[in-house]
């Protein structure tokens, strides 16, 4: 690993690359026009890229490209494509949310970096190590781990970390929200989050009751304060984080370089071993610069906190625009070119010949014959003048050299050309260090995945049931259809007797049906820890396998030695074409749970032969280390469901898991698919699933008839929910 810490900036277009890159950035990060998390900034053609991996390396900085969403089966197919110029070009890295790409890229660009998104979720250290054995060079982690848990991720894996350190910050953990995703289409996933986290809600302790936050007329419990943890880079740097990267794409090239400036200030000083002090001028220049409703210093010191959120409407007024145009005449106007040196040797009858250097570069170009002056011949001044016109280029001749005969003569445009040529030899030299050779010139075979795969598959299909409570649970045990039971961790208390959950096993397999424990939606650090102290009581329960939900979780279990046959992928993992679904089998999972954001049309391009699809439930919207109630009245670690309100009167349910610390919020209205019956058995996947969040006993009998109903092709229609949603079944996401 470097040892030198590296800064890294947002760059939303070119204007603010070298705006960021002047103002002291290591590494940027930017988008093409496809495939990053960012749809909506400026982003850059495919020319553009080329000219800013140039640009950025005759810098010596280092150029990392987002491709960090969720492709479907028929984008990708065109990231060969999009990708081989790039890579040619001498493109750093990647950065990836998606196992499929990730995948991909390691087959077609072995050479090119892979660094694992933030939204990949990697919260500990089993994550870490198990994308680290697929290849990845870097991790760039969940932005809720504290210090402790980033130094527990390097201790035990070495890993080269990246962690955010300025920016927004997200209520949700990254590329676990599907809140914009159900409400408008607009998938975070697919980088075109609307961002209805930052709009007005009420918290209810029931459907009635509101809690005391929640009696303001304007209340915003979702919605962060910006990061900002200038005073914290001597910690984080100890923890073993390597990148301290700042967010916003989105915003402007005053902004970025202006934030950019000041870590690169204070990276230095610490790096210097001077004693570390923020000064409150910088401090307030970050304030000045902008933030939604101020600063926090984010999860690296507190579990979570109200002082953390706005609880008013988001403020991004900017000040100080004395401060804001010096930034702008600094980094934004100003360019900074690197100082080359020149020779111009210029011999009548011999061709002018141009040596140009940078650093440690040279070039070398000829040009026209040298004639001798007939009228007038060309004076030094001529000629410095013209050399010294670098233009657009990153170049700015500061020493030069003239070696001319007497009576020498070269027409101005020659003379042109050839500062022209010298210009552009000298910066494709300083570049051709990076530059690679494609290894596999043939554009990448046709997806493995024929329609004849499809037939080959079982009848009838799996039902499985998640219930996370014991009463669910009980009321599943007793419906013959149920062929398997998700028991989610969180029905047993952790305290309980591990003969508890022996006994429900049992059960279960009196009754015919297979049980398997569904794991924690998130596994950090202490829960990990846990699970590993107790794994021995928990193999001897003798459940049937796992529901894992994460990658933490995942590596968990292969570490633990646990039948990999026997563990289903939740739709967390996600496998949104048939090379992700592939990238899943890479990971030793087998079985999976079919991506909740695709539509039936783009279902029916995948092999859903091992995957199981959500038929009926409350899905979980947002998975939050914040907790709601927490923030509004106080905690009590006393299980609940309470609600959010939004402006138009809807009800979010929420659930707060205090054993592992976070709130899930799910849907107003529970997914149903019943109706849909015909068209998901042509999908023939290897089962449904059914999930019980907030229902009844009285509520589970009745689905258990539409399922029936549907199964035997007699729904009846008039005698249906009343309240559901198709999801993403007929609709899909942008």
């Known amino acids: 690993m470097n040892t030198k810490t590296e800064l890294l900036a947002p760059a939303g277009s070119f204007e603010i690359l070298t705006a960021v890159i002047n103002a002291g950035a290591d590494a940027v990060y930017a988008a093409g026009t496809r495939f990053g998390a960012r749809a909506y900034a400026d982003n850059f053609t495919e020319e553009e890229l080329l000219q800013a991996i140039e640009f950025v390396h005759i810098k010596d900085r280092k150029l990392y490209l987002t491709v960090n969403t969720l492709l479907k089966e028929q984008e990708l197919g065109e990231l060969y494509e999009y990708l081989l110029p790039l890579y040619e070009a001498g493109l750093d890295a990647v950065i990836v949310q998606d196992l499929g790409v990730m995948r991909f890229v390691k087959k077609h660009f072995p050479d090119l970096p892979i660094h694992a998104s933030t939204q990949m979720t990697v919260t500990g250290a089993y994550g870490a190590k198990l994308l680290m054995d697929q290849g990845c060079s870097r991790i760039v982690t969940a932005r809720e781990l504290s210090l402790e848990e980033i130094s527990h991720i390097y201790r035990t894996t070495g890993a080269e970390i990246e962690s955010f350190v300025h920016g927004a910050l997200c209520y949700c953990y990254s590329g676990q929200c599907l809140l914009s995703s159900m409400i408008g289409g607009r998938s975070g996933n697919r980088g075109r989050c609307a961002q209805p986290c930052r709009l007005s809600y009420e918290v209810f302790d029931s459907k009635s009751t509101a809690l005391a936050a929640g009696k303001q007329r304007e209340n915003y419990p979702l919605s962060p304060k910006d990061l900002c ?39 230095d000083l610490f790096e210097s071993g001077e004693e570390y002090q923020v000064s409150e001028k910088d401090a307030q220049a970050l304030l000045d610069l902008g933030s939604r409703s101020g600063f926090t210093e984010g999860y690296y010191k507190r579990q979570n906190g109200r002082e953390m959120i706005t609880f008013e409407k988001p403020s991004h007024v900017k000040s100080n625009e004395v401060l804001q145009k010096k930034i702008h005449d600094l980094y934004v106007k100003t360019e900074n070119k690197e100082k080359i040196k020149g020779i111009l040797r210029l011999f009548p009858g011999k061709p002018a ?35 010294k016109k670098t233009g657009n280029t990153p170049f700015e001749l500061e020493d030069f050299v003239l070696e001319m005969g007497e009576q020498s003569f070269l027409p101005v445009g020659a003379l042109n050309h050839l500062r022209r040529a010298g210009l552009a030899k000298l910066a494709e030299t300083m570049a051709e260090k990076y530059k690679r050779s494609i290894p596999l010139p043939q554009r990448p075979e046709t997806a493995e995945y024929t329609e004849a795969e499809g037939k080959n598959r079982k009848f009838p299909m799996r039902l499985s049931v998640l219930t996370e409570t014991l009463e669910q649970f009980y009321t599943v045990l007793q419906q013959p259809e149920a062929d398997r039971i998700y028991l989610e961790a969180f029905a047993l208390e952790r305290k309980q007797s591990f003969s508890e959950l022996q006994e429900l096993v049992c059960q279960t397999h009196d009754a015919g049906k297979e049980c398997y424990l569904a794991l924690p939606y998130l596994f950090r650090m202490k829960t990990a820890q846990w699970y590993e102290q107790n794994w021995g009581q928990l193999k001897q329960a003798g459940v049937d396998g796992y529901l894992a939900r994460n990658l933490e979780e995942l590596s968990f279990l292969k570490e633990m030695g646990a039948d990999c046959s026997c563990i289903q992928g939740d739709y967390n993992l996600y496998g949104c074409s048939n090379e992700a679904v592939r990238g899943l089998a890479d990971l030793s999972l087998r079985q999976y749970t079919l991506p909740v954001e695709l539509n039936f049309r783009e279902l029916k391009e995948l092999d859903c032969s091992l995957g199981e699809l959500l038929l009926y439930g409350y899905q979980p919207l947002m998975l939050s280390a914040q907790c709601l109630r927490k923030n509004t009245v106080h905690c009590d670690r006393k299980r609940r469901v309470f609600y959010l309100k939004d402006r138009y009167g809807k009800l979010f349910p929420v659930k707060n898991r205090c054993e592992d610390c976070y709130n899930v919020i799910y849907n107003i209205s529970p997914l149903a698919l019943f109706h849909q019956w015909e068209k998901i058995q042509s999908l023939a996947p290897a089962g449904v699933r059914m999930s019980f969040t907030l229902e009844s006993q009285q509520e ?33 996401v942008e």
């Open 229 to 267: 943890a200038v005073h914290l880079l001597p910690q984080l740097a100890a923890c073993g984080i390597h990148s301290f990267k700042i967010e916003g794409r989105m915003k402007q090239a005053v902004y970025a370089a202006g934030v950019t400036s000041i870590y690169r200030k204070y990276i």
């Open 353 to 387: 010949s141009l040596v140009l250097q940078c650093k440690e570069v040279q070039a070398e170009v000829t040009g026209d014959i040298v004639l001798p002056a007939e009228k007038q011949p060309l004076s030094k001044e001529t000629v410095l003048a013209k050399m």
């Open 700 to 732: 589970i009998v009745e689905i258990f008839q539409y399922y029936r109903q549907a199964r035997d092709k007699k729904l009846d229609r008039d005698n249906y929910l009343k309240n559901f949603t198709n999801g993403h079944f007929k609709r899909g």
